[in-house]
C-alpha cells in the first residue's frame, strides 16, 4: 500500500532513510545502549549529552511518571564523559548507522572540547544541549539568552567540520536564540527540550526531585513544542528536529508539517512499546502521506505555512 | 563454559512454548497499564522491623490498594524515602492493602529506609520489570529456590505464588554467617516449605555455599523449576550446572537501577543490550549467559 | 471525620471559607453564569477578564480537547466590556459571594477604566490578567516585561481602593515581574495563566485555531505552573493564587504546599463532573490535613519550603 | 401561561423515575468517556448533496470510528471546517462508519461547508449535549415529533432510534415554503413513519404552522411522548398545550455554541443558569419553562 512513498530526510546534511530518531538521554551511553536504540528502529542515534568529566548525576529519584502521560526528570546529566564518546560512534559506524553526539558544557571551551572529540571519534554530527532545565549552569541558563547560544556555537562550528546542531528549549526569546544560532554557524535546530517543572508528593510534603526541579517531557508539552516548531520555522525557514511529545504517527506529522525535517523520541519509548514505536511510525506516515497526495514527505515539511 | 550453556538452550528448546511465553511476558499488556506502574504512588508506613544482623522487613500501606493488584514474585518497586534516595526493592509479600519489603541495610538509601517509623510517608514506583510467572511451571512439580544472602527478600511471596499453583518449593538459604539468618516462619507462618540454610562459616546449617547444597538438593530430589537469586557468582555457578532432563533454570540478578523505566541505562546488563529493569530481573541462563560468563559481581 | 479542621483561607484581604475558586474564562460573563459557578461550590467567583469595551473573541473553534487531559483555547478574551460588571458583581452580593473581577487591557489607561468599574460596582477585588497568551496586545505582551507588570499594577492600586492581584503566565522572568507586581502595590499574585502552544490538523494540514495559537490548561501545565507558585514563594512569599490542572484535592495540595493561598480551577471543571469537583476537593483536603495532623489549611501553605 | 407550565409539570411529577432518570442523563458516564468527546477527530467528506433550497446533507468517515460509538438522537457535533469556522449540528443519520448531518445554508461556516467536496478533510468534537434517551419511551407507544424548518436535521436519526425501542414515530415538517421540503425518504428508505408536512404559506401540505398541525394530531391520535426541534416560537407554544393524561413534552433548543464544553457560556439559557451545550439540547418543557416564556427566538 505504501509503496512508492519516500520518507527520505535531510538533517544538517546527513541523509535518514526516515524522519524518527531517538532523543539525547534516553539511553545513549554506553555501546550496548547504541545496539538496543538500533534495534528500536531509528535513522539515526542521538547519544546522551556528553560533557568532558564522568558526570554521576542527581541521585534517585532520576524519573517520575506523571498523570496526562507526562515524564519528570532530574537525571542531571549524568554521562561517562568525553572517554565515552568513541565507544558509541564505534558501535553506530559497526551497526551502520548515523550518530549523532549531543554535547553539553558549562562554559565555551567545554563545548569545544567535547565536540573535538565527538569528529575525531567519527560522530556524523554534533547536536548542542543548550537547554537541560535541572542542571544548573549547564542548559537553558546558556540557551536563554541569545548571545550566550551565539557565542556557543559559534566558537564549536569554527572548531569542526562536522555539522553542528543546537538544541533549544522554551523560553521567551527561542526564536532569537534560533536565528543566533544559525548564524553562530548551526546547520539545523533541535527544539525542545523538556520544560521546567516541580512535583511535590503530598504526604511526605516534600520536593519528589533532591534537587527539586524536573524537566517536563511527552504528550503534556507537545503542543508547546510545536508553537516553538512552528514560529521559529515562520520567522527563520531553518532545518529543525522537532522533539516534544512525538509517541505516534500524528504527533509526529504536526511536528513535520509545523516545520520539521527530522523527529525525536524520548518519553514514548519510555511510555510506550519501544521495539514497535518507530516501525508505527514510519508505517503511519507512510499512509498519511499517499491519503495527502504526496509523494515524499519532504514536501510535508512546514506544509501548515504554505497552504 | 559455553558448552554448558549451550545444553541449557537444547533443554529450553524442547518447551519452546515456554519460550515464546517468556519473550510475550516482556512486554507490558498495554501502556496505560506501564504508565499506572510508572507513577509514584504514596504509601504509608505500617511498621519497620529488624530480622537479623543487617537485614529488616518493612510493611507499607498504599494510600490507594491499585498498585497491589497483579504483582507478580521478582518483580520489584523503586522505593523512595522522601529527602534521601531511591531504591528498588523486591516485593517481599502482599496482603490485601499492605505491601512488605525485606532489605539489608547497606548505604544511605537502606539506613534511611530503617530509620521510618510507622506513620511515615513513602513513595512507590511500580511494579517494575518482569516477574516470575508461576502459571508456567507444571503443577504439582516441585521447585527449588536458591537465595543468597538478602536474596531471600523475594522468596516469601514467591513461595506463596507457586504454592497457589499447586508447586512446592524447597528453599535453600546461603549466607555468610548465622547472624544474618532469621526465621522464615515469622514472615510465612502457613507455608508448606522446606527452608535449607547454607553458611559459609559453617556457623550454622550446611557448611558451604548456597550453590554447593543446591546441587546435592538437586541431585537427590526430582525438580521442574529453579529460581536462583543472589550475587552474580551463584547465579553464574548454577546456571552451568549440567543436568539431564526437562530442568528449567531462571535466575534474578541485581544491577543499579537509577530509574526503573529504561530510560538511564544505569542497570544495562553488558554486553548485552538487555536492561535489566524492563526486561528483567529475571531470566532464564540461557538468555543472559553472556552477561553471567563476563566476569565481576 | 474532619471535624475540626479549618479550611478558611485569605487572599488580599478577602476571607475564603475554602481555597477553591473557578479561574478567570470559565462562565463568569453574565449573572447566570456567576449563579452556575456559585452551584458549582466555589469560595469567591472570578470573572471573565472583562475589557472596556465588548469583545467578540475569536471565531469558533475556541477550545479543543488534547491528549494529556489537556485544553487548548483562543477565545480570544471574548467579553460584555465594562457594561458587563455591574450585572455579575449584582448577582454575586445576591448570592452573597466574594466576587473578584478580572481585569484585562491593552494599555493602562484601560486596565485602570475597567478596574474602577468594578470598584464602583461593589467588586470585593480585581484581578490584572497580564498574561493572556493567545490575543495580541492583552496579555503576556505585557506580563513578560517586569517594567510593563509594574506599570499596570502600579497604576491601578493607585487609583483604586480594593485589593489588585496581578496575574501572571509563564515567562522566563515570572519571579522578576511577580517582585515588580507586589512593588507595584498587588496584594496577591494569580499564578499562572495559560502556556502559548499551537495544534494543527494533519488531515487539513491547518491549524486549528484561525488565530493559530491557543493557550494550553489543565493536566499538562500542571508541574509547570507548581514550579512557578515554587519559585515565586520562595523568593518573595508572597500571597498567592495557584492555578494550573488542579483537578482534585491532590493537584490542590500541591499547589498549596508550593506557596498557594488559595487555588483556581479553569480546565477541570470542564473535563470533570464540574457539580462535585469543589466538593470532592474540599473534602479531599480536610481529610489530607487530618492525615498531616494539622488543624488550619494556612499551616500547609508553603510548608515544603519549611520542612 | 405559568398556568400551563404548572399543568405539565404535575403531569411529570407522576413520573418521577423518568424525571429522575433524565437528571442522571445529564452527567456523562466518566470524565475520559467525556475527554474523548471533547478531543477534534478528523473525518472525510464522503458525499455532500442538496435536498431542497438551503437545505444539505453531508456524510462523513471518520478517520477512527469511535466516535460513533453511542450516539444518542439530538446529541450533536461541533464540526470543524478547516479555515473557516465550527458550527454545532446535531446527528442526522449514523452507519457503521460514516456520520451525516442535514445543514441549512446560513451564514460563512455553512457556506463553506456546502462547498467542501469528497475527499475533503473536517474535524469532529462529540457527541456532545445530551441526547434523548428514547429507552425511557414506553415501548409499543406512538410518538410526535414536531420539526420547523431546518429541526428536520436530526428527526431521521430519531425516528429510526425510536424504531429500534419499537416506538412508532409521527412526523409533523413545518416550513415556510415547498420549496425547502424534501423527501425524507430518500434519506430513511427503510422505515415505516407517517410524515406530515406544513407549509407557512400554503405552497403545499397542511396550510399553517406546524404547531397547530401538531395540535390537531394530539387531539386526533394517542401519543406517549412529544418531540418538538426547531425555532423557539414554536417549541414555546407547543410547550403551552394543554392535555390530560401522561404525555410527555421535550423541546430540543438552538443556542449560539461556541465551545460545546460549557466553558465560554454563549448558549446559556437566560434567565436561567442552564447551558444548552452540556445540560441540553433537549429538555423537559417543565425543566427550561423560564427560558422559553422569555420572548425572542
Ligand atoms: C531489581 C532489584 C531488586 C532488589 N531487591 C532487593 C531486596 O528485595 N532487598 C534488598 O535488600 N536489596 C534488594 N536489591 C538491592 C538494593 O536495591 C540495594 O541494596 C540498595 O539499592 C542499596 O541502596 P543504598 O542506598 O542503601 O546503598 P548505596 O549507598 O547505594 O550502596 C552502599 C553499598 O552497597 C553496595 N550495593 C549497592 N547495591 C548493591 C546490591 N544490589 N548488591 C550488593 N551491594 C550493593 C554499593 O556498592 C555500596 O558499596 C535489589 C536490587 C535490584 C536491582
Ligand atoms: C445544538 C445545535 C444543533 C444544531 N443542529 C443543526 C442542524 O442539524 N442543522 C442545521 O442546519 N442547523 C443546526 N443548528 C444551527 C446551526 O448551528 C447554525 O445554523 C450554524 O451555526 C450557522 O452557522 P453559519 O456560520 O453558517 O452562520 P452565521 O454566520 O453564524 O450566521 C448567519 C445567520 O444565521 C443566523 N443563525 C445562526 N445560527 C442560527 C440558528 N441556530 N438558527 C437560526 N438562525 C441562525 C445568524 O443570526 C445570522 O443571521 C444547530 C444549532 C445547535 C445549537
Ligand atoms: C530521562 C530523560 C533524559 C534526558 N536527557 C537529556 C540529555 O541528556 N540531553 C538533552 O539534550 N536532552 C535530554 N532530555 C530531553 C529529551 O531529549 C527531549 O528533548 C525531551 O524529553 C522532549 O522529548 P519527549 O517528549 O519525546 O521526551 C532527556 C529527557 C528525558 C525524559
Ligand atoms: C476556555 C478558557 C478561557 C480562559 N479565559 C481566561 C480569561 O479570560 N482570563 C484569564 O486570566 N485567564 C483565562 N483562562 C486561563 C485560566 O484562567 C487559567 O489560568 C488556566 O486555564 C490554567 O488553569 P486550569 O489548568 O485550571 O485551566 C482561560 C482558560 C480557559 C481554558
Ligand atoms: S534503571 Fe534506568 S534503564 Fe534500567
Ligand atoms: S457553547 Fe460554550 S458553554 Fe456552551
Redesign the interface.
Given at each position: 500500500m505504501s509503496v512508492g512513498v519516500d520518507l527520505t530526510t535531510y538533517v544538517a546534511g546527513l541523509k535518514l532513510k526516515h524522519p524518527v530518531m531517538n532523543s539525547s538521554?534516553?539511553?545513549?551511553?554506553?555501546p550496548?545502549?547504541v545496539?538496543?536504540l538500533f534495534?528500536y528502529g531509528v535513522s539515526a542515534v542521538v547519544s546522551?549529552t556528553m560533557t568532558k568529566g564522568f558526570r554521576v548525576?542527581h541521585?534517585?529519584?532520576?524519573?517520575?511518571?506523571?498523570?496526562?502521560?507526562?515524564?519528570?526528570?532530574s537525571?542531571g546529566l549524568?554521562n561517562p564523559g568525553i572517554s565515552g564518546i568513541p565507544p558509541i560512534v564505534r558501535k553506530a559506524k559497526e551497526l551502520n548507522i548515523p550518530v549523532i553526539v549531543s554535547v553539553g558544557g558549562s562554559e565555551v571551551q567545554e563545548f569545544i572540547d567535547v565536540a573535538s572529540v565527538a569528529e575525531e571519534s567519527g560522530a556524523d554530527a554534533v547536536e548542542l544541549n543548550l537547554s537541560c532545565p535541572h542542571t544548573k549552569g549547564y542548559g537553558i541558563d546558556i540557551g536563554?539568552d541569545p548571545n550566550n547560544v551565539y557565542e556557543v556555537v559559534k566558537a564549536v562550528s569554527s572548531t569542526i567540520k562536522i555539522p553542528v546542531l543546537a538544541k533549544l528549549g522554551l523560553?521567551?526569546?527561542v526564536v532569537k536564540s534560533a536565528g543566533k544560532a544559525l548564524e553562530g554557524g548551526a546547520k539545523a535546530l533541535t527544539l525542545i527540550n523538556t520544560?521546567?517543572?516541580?512535583?511535590?508528593?503530598?504526604?511526605?510534603?516534600?520536593?519528589?526531585f533532591?534537587n527539586?526541579?524536573?524537566g517536563?517531557s511527552?504528550?503534556?508539552?507537545?503542543?508547546?513544542a510545536?508553537?516553538v516548531v512552528?514560529d521559529v520555522y515562520k520567522e527563520l525557514k531553518p532545518e529543525i528536529v522537532g522533539v516534544g511529545?512525538v509517541s505516534d504517527w500524528?504527533t509526529a506529522?504536526?511536528m513535520i508539517?509545523?516545520g520539521s525535517s527530522a523527529v525525536q523520541i524520548g518519553t514514548a519509548?519510555?511510555?510506550?512499546?519501544?521495539?514497535k514505536l518507530v516501525h508505527d511510525i514510519v508505517e503511519g506516515l507512510k499512509e498519511?502521506l499517499i491519503?495527502?497526495g504526496l509523494k515524499n514527505i519532504c514536501e510535508?515539511i512546514g506544509?501548515?505555512h504554505k497552504? | 563454559m559455553s558448552k554448558v550453556f549451550e545444553d541449557v538452550d537444547v533443554a529450553v528448546g524442547k518447551c519452546s512454548h515456554i519460550t515464546h511465553s517468556l519473550n510475550h511476558r516482556a512486554?507490558i499488556n498495554t501502556?496505560s497499564e506501564?504508565?499506572h506502574n510508572?507513577?509514584?504512588k504514596?504509601a504509608?508506613v505500617v511498621s519497620n522491623k529488624r530480622l537479623s544482623e543487617g537485614l529488616w522487613r518493612v510493611e507499607m500501606r498504599p494510600?490507594s490498594r491499585e498498585c497491589l493488584n497483579d504483582v507478580k514474585p521478582l518483580q520489584f518497586f523503586?522505593v523512595?524515602i522522601?529527602?534521601s534516595?531511591?531504591?528498588p526493592l523486591s516485593v517481599s509479600d502482599l496482603t490485601e492493602d499492605t505491601i512488605s519489603f525485606i532489605y539489608k541495610v547497606r548505604g544511605l538509601g537502606t539506613k534511611a529506609l530503617s530509620a521510618l517509623r510507622p506513620g511515615?510517608?513513602?513513595?512507590l514506583?511500580g511494579p517494575l520489570g518482569n516477574g516470575f510467572e508461576v502459571s508456567y511451571v507444571r503443577p504439582s512439580s516441585k521447585a527449588l529456590i536458591v537465595a543468597g544472602g538478602s536474596g531471600i527478600a523475594p522468596v516469601p511471596y514467591l513461595i506463596k505464588k507457586l504454592a497457589v499453583a499447586n508447586v512446592q518449593a524447597d528453599v535453600v538459604w546461603g549466607v555468610k554467617s548465622d547472624a544474618e539468618l532469621f526465621n522464615l516462619r515469622e514472615v510465612l507462618p502457613d507455608l508448606d516449605v522446606r527452608v535449607f540454610t547454607a553458611t559459609e562459616d559453617c556457623s550454622a546449617g550446611y557448611c558451604g555455599l548456597a550453590s554447593q547444597l543446591a546441587v546435592e538438593l538437586l541431585n537427590e530430589y526430582v525438580y521442574s523449576v529453579l529460581i536462583a537469586i543472589g550475587p552474580k557468582p551463584i547465579l553464574r555457578s548454577l546456571c552451568s550446572v549440567r543436568l539431564s532432563g526437562g530442568l528449567e533454570f531462571y535466575v534474578a540478578l541485581e544491577a543499579v537501577v537509577?530509574?526503573?523505566?529504561?530510560?538511564?541505562?544505569?542497570c544495562?546488563l553488558?554486553?548485552?543490550?538487555k536492561?535489566l529493569c524492563v526486561d528483567g530481573p529475571v531470566f532464564r541462563c540461557g538468555d543472559i549467559k553472556e552477561h553471567l560468563m563476563k566476569g565481576g559481581n
Open positions: 538521554g534516553i539511553l545513549g551511553s554506553t550496548e545502549h545496539e538496543r534495534k546522551k548525576g541521585e534517585p529519584p532520576i524519573i517520575i511518571a506523571l498523570e496526562g502521560e507526562g515524564l519528570l526528570n537525571v549524568a536563554s523560553s521567551d526569546n520544560v521546567k517543572s516541580v512535583a511535590i508528593d503530598v504526604f511526605s510534603c516534600k520536593p519528589v533532591k527539586v526541579y524536573g517536563l511527552g504528550t503534556p508539552i507537545h503542543p508547546i510545536v508553537r512552528y511529545g500524528k506529522a504536526e508539517l509545523a519509548f519510555i511510555l510506550k512499546d519501544s521495539r498519511w491519503k495527502l510535508a506544509l501548515t497552504a | 512486554s501502556s506501564r504508565f510508572y507513577l509514584l504514596p504509608e494510600i523503586m523512595w522522601p529527602s534516595d531511591e531504591i511515615s510517608f513513602v513513595g514506583k537509577k530509574c526503573g523505566l529504561g530510560a538511564c541505562g544505569s544495562v553488558e554486553p548485552t543490550d536492561l
